[in-house]
T-cell receptor
């Protein structure tokens, strides 16, 4: 299982764009990159998943360079409710267990 | 779609008693379910992988006799914490994989266990 590394914490202000970068140097050919969001005392919530290049949904964008050794989660115009812990995970194409790293604690200030 | 529920959402018990936590996939069949434990200000730690109709696979360091997992149907997995002690107090979260949507896990809301 590929190990991921991401910043422990980040601070931002309302209305700003936030980019959280994750490194996964040992990613395998059939691995997908997945991001989850977790609020205190709640289960993680799926945000976005991608394999290469760029993926966008109504919540976020995910940028993956050609070598796939890193990825960047982009949250446009964050609000106070985006304050949460964000986890970057690498998952095999056929599913399987997720090993959570430390995550990035994002704090959005007014 | 793809909703996972847990019951109870919180439980308080006395030391030495056993507690059962249920995890259900409400609108899909989950051939595989996972159990995690999360202590305050820490990340999720995978405890075990549960496959329907077979024995669970426990991660290293997790006592299988203490944390009993049963996956009797495609929509239900249970975690029983036997002879609970205060150090077992934690946030327990389950997740399930939808076989039709490979690579995506859906998480339950979690169960807060407090052992007095």
């Amino acid at each position: 299982l590929a190990k991921t590394t991401q910043p422990i914490s980040m601070d931002s202000y309302e209305g700003q764009e936030v980019n959280i970068t994750c490194s996964h140097n040992n990613i395998a050919t059939n691995d997908y990159i997945t991001w989850y969001q977790q609020f205190p005392s709640q289960g993680p919530r799926f945000i976005i998943q991608g394999y290469k290049t760029k993926v966008t949904n109504e919540v976020a964008s995910l940028f993956i360079p050609a070598d796939r050794k890193s990825s960047t989660l982009s949250l446009p115009r964050v609000s106070l409710s985006d304050t949460a812990v964000y986890y970057c995970l690498v998952l095999g194409g056929q599913g399987g267990k997720l090993i959570f790293g430390q995550g990035t604690e994002l704090s959005v200030k007014p | 779609g793809a909703v996972v529920s847990q019951h109870p959402s919180w439980v308080i018990c006395k030391s030495g008693t056993s507690v059962k936590i249920e995890c259900r996939s409400l609108d899909f069949q989950a051939t595989t379910m996972f159990w995690y434990r999360q202590f305050p200000k820490q990340s999720l730690m995978l405890m075990a992988t549960s496959n329907e109709g077979s024995k669970a696979t426990y991660e290293q360091g997790v006592e299988k006799d203490k944390f009993l997992i049963n996956h009797a149907s495609l929509t239900l997995s249970t975690l029983t914490v036997t002879s609970a002690h205060p150090e077992d107090s934690s946030f327990y979260i389950c997740s399930a994989t939808d076989s039709g949507r490979a690579g995506e896990q859906f998480f339950g809301p979690g169960t807060r266990l407090t052992v007095l």
